[in-house]
Nanobody
């Protein structure tokens, strides 16, 4: 079964930038929709960015204009670039893979992003 491993989390000051990567193991990702979600304690997990298998993009309202998402099917990787980070972007960020036609969905373990001065 495919597994997802996130990397690139950490601490950054407000206004800074951070890049997160998600690498898939044991499977190719070319047929999967990939995305990033985030969650803070006590709140529901929310969409950050999503890229379909044919590279259609979708972004959460709170991050539009500040993030970009890309995928490299050869490297089995999906990347999230976040700019002009705000304290409210502090959360655990999760990589997600979906194949709705087969009712498949996978999650990574999550990586912490902290935006603080």
């Amino acid at each position: 079964q495919m597994t997802l491993v996130e990397s690139g989390g950490g601490s950054v000051q407000p206004g800074g930038s951070l890049s997160l990567n998600c690498t898939a193991s044991n499977s190719i990702i070319v047929l999967w929709a990939m995305g990033w979600y985030r969650q803070v304690p006590g709140k529901q997990r929310e969409l950050v960015a999503h890229i379909s298998a044919d590279e259609k993009l979708k972004f959460g309202d709170s991050v539009k204009g500040r993030v970009s998402i890309s995928r490299d099917n050869y490297k089995r990787m999906v990347s999230l670039q976040m700019n002009n980070l705000k304290s409210e972007d502090t959360a655990v960020y999760y990589c997600n893979a979906q194949m709705p036609e087969r009712s498949l969905e996978l999650w990574g373990q999550g990586t912490q992003v902290t935006v603080s001065s």
